[in-house]
C-alpha cells in the first residue's frame, strides 16, 4: 500500500501561480512513477503530468505544456507540481497518483493503483 496525501491547493487570480505537493508513505518510493490529474465538476477525471520513478522522464497534457512543472524528491517521498499562467480552465480538483512501473509513466487514470484524496485549485478570473 502507499499512502498519498496532497497538499497547498488554494485560489489564487489568472496568471498567478501555484504549487501542490504530494507526500506518499508506505512502499518503497521510488518503485512508482507518479501522475497528477484534475477533475473540474461535471467532468471525468483527466491526466495533467507524469514523472518516471528516477525523475528523467516527465510528462504533460498539451494543455500544461510549458506552464506546469512536475518534479519530485525521492529522499523526501514527495512529488511537486508547480503551475505558473494559471487560466480558469485550470480550475479543479488535483489528484496525485502512484503507479508501480520500471519505465516511464503512464496517462492513463486506470494504470495507477494508489490516489490521494485531492485538493482544491481554483483560478479566479
Known amino acids: 500500500q502507499v499512502q498519498l496525501v496532497e497538499s497547498g491547493g488554494g485560489l489564487v487570480q489568472a496568471g498567478g501561480s501555484l504549487r501542490v505537493s504530494c507526500a506518499a508513505s508506505?512502499?518503497?518510493?521510488?518503485?512508482?512513477?507518479m501522475g497528477w490529474f484534475r477533475q473540474a465538476p461535471g467532468k471525468e477525471r483527466e491526466f495533467v503530468a507524469a514523472?518516471?520513478?528516477?525523475?528523467?522522464?516527465?510528462y504533460y497534457a498539451d494543455s500544461v505544456k510549458g506552464r506546469f512543472t512536475i518534479s519530485r524528491d525521492n529522499a523526501k517521498n514527495t512529488v511537486t507540481l508547480e503551475m505558473n499562467s494559471l487560466k480558469s480552465e485550470d480550475t479543479a480538483v488535483y489528484y496525485c497518483?502512484?503507479?508501480?512501473?520500471?519505465?516511464?509513466?503512464?496517462?492513463?487514470?486506470?494504470?495507477?493503483?494508489?490516489w490521494g484524496q485531492g485538493t482544491q485549485v481554483t483560478v479566479s478570473s
Open positions: 497518483a502512484a503507479e508501480r512501473r520500471a519505465y516511464g509513466a503512464s496517462r492513463i487514470v486506470g494504470e495507477y493503483e494508489f
Open positions: 508506505g512502499r518503497a518510493f521510488n518503485d512508482y512513477a
Open positions: 514523472i518516471s520513478w528516477s525523475g528523467g522522464n516527465r
